[in-house]
């Protein structure tokens, strides 16, 4: 498919170019086109012409090139576990694959960094990482590529204690639109110098070029850990616990909350027992004496608010169905609609106004008629609705459309974003004015104009297209 900036022709030639320059790496298999032309969303699969599988740098670098030589667009894909149709190819072009590169470059167990090609997969990390008692703390849950979850500004479970993509990734070597490379930092924990490169591309979601290495912050893993249970009759009693906890400084490593639909959904998925009532799952990591101290004040602060059934446990077995569970919640909740659909969104507010927004949201909810339990990272005041739906039914579509633009319009009234960390994707786009205003979205229109004057890094992501 053409984009109109080229003509047919030349589009042809680009592609047959690119496919001698890669030969067996590049492909029109159309399983594999298939493969490459949709996420884990619900928006409607688009397919690109053509799959280059990069296996180094140069690879990208020469990939890109030939795009831009022939205005092709190029759609970078990790393994396509996004949420808002990042890697969907809406206007044709080269999905740039780079699974294949996955490799860990450099490991400093000195200075608590390491450097990994942007294919390393997540778990993959931490398998590497384990010999050498550190942790990659990141998890969003689905074993996304490292240079995905630094795409989308990804986030997870652990962002209370650890921080996001955003506070650990150090710097970047990224192929811009041209072909060139750039390295946009250094391994010092902290620079004054320049502008910040790396936080520029980071959450840029393909737009702005495409990120090759990274440098990450790495953990020691700690001594020892506990998971704790906790289980509320009231939503609003539950997520004001929450922000007792974070504002005495507690030291949680995460707080995850399941409502009462999302508990009975997933203990029917994964054979638990859990109380069918809202629950907070909570994990503690240092010492053992200061995970039992901190899981003790913890469980006091949860019962004033009304917690009942508090249960921590230190065993690795227990600790790991536990988070399997809650990582394994969206299919679970999908499991209860035989042949439906997820729609996941996402938002994030300041704590101060989770509790509220989660009860509001729970009874608009109610009203729509809508199953969709809620699962969140409370601990950063960052939620998700579930909701299921059936997509060929276009009156159900349309409630939980409406549902979703209130979720977004209420968590930006309340001084919170459209998306805490999903990204904003092909889904989004029209809620960046209303969170940011038209100047913010202007200036970021300028940036992407400046690097990628062709646009034909990821078209119709983040910013419209023209």
């Known amino acids: 498919m053409s984009t109109g900036l080229t003509s047919a022709l030349d589009w042809e030639s680009g592609l047959r170019l690119i496919k ?31 799959v280059v599988y990069a296996e180094s740098t140069m690879d990208v670098a020469d990939c890109v090139r ?22 969907n190819a809406v206007y044709g072009g080269v999905s740039l694959d780079m699974s294949r590169m996955n490799r860990l470059l450099r490991l400093s167990v000195e200075d608590l960094d390491c450097t990994v090609e ?41 962002t209370v204690r650890y921080g996001a ?33 790396t936080h520029l591309f980071l959450g840029s979601e393909g737009t702005l070029g495409v990120i090759t290495e990274l440098t990450v912050r790495l953990f020691g893993i700690p001594e020892a850990a506990a998971a704790a249970t906790v289980q509320f009759n009231d939503l609003h009693s539950a997520v004001n616990a929450v922000i007792s906890i974070i504002q005495l400084g507690i030291g949680v490593a995460r707080i995850e909350l399941l409502d009462d639909s999302a508990v009975g959904a997933v203990n029917a998925y994964s054979g638990l027992e859990l109380p069918n009532q809202h629950m907070l799952l909570l994990e503690f990591h240092g010492s053992t004496e200061v995970v039992n101290h901190e899981s003790q004040v913890a469980g006091a602060v949860l019962a004033e608010h009304g917690g009942t ?42 704590i101060s106004r989770l509790a509220d927004c989660i009860v509001a949201t729970r009874k ?17 005041g960052n939620f998700h609705v579930v909701a299921v739906v059936n997509p060929e039914d276009v009156e159900e579509m349309q409630r939980v459309e409406r549902f979703n633009e209130r979720l977004i319009s209420r968590s930006i009234e309340m001084g919170g974003t459209c998306t805490g960390e999903h990204g904003v994707g092909m889904g989004k786009i029209e809620y960046l004015t209303l969170e940011l205003g038209p100047e913010a979205v202007s200036l970021m229109r300028t940036i992407k104009a400046s690097l990628d004057p062709l646009g034909i890094m990821n078209p119709g992501k983040v910013i419209s297209s023209d």
């Open 309 to 350: 059934n508090f249960t921590s446990t230190t065993d690795q077995a227990e600790r790991g169905a536990l988070w399997r569970a809650r990582h394994d919640a969206a299919w679970a909740i999908r499991a209860q609609r035989a042949g439906a659909q997820i729609l996941v969104t996402d938002v994030c507010v300041p």
């Open 165 to 197: 993509m955003r506070e650990l990734v150090m710097s970047m070597r990224v192929v811009l639109p041209d072909g060139s490379i750039v390295e946009t930092g250094r391994r010092s924990r902290k620079s004054s110098a320049g502008y910040d490169l």
């Open 20 to 50: 001698e320059r890669f030969g067996p790496n590049a492909t029109k298999n159309n399983d594999i086109l298939d493969h490459h032309a949709h996420d884990e969303s619900f928006h409607l699969p688009a397919k690109p012409d053509l």
């Open 364 to 380: 608009d909810i109610e009203e729509s008629g809508i199953y969709g339990p809620i699962v969140g990272h409370v601990g950063d």
């Open 118 to 158: 942007a294919g390393m997969l997540r778990q993959q990390l931490a398998k590497e990482l384990v010999p050498h008692g550190l942790f990659f703390p990141v998890d969003p849950g689905a074993n996304a590529t490292i240079g995905g979850m630094a795409s989308t500004g990804a986030s997870g479970t652990t």
């Open 66 to 87: 030939l795009c831009a030589q022939y205005r092709i667009p190029v759609i970078p894909f990790g393994v396509g576990t996004s949420l808002e149709g990042h890697v």
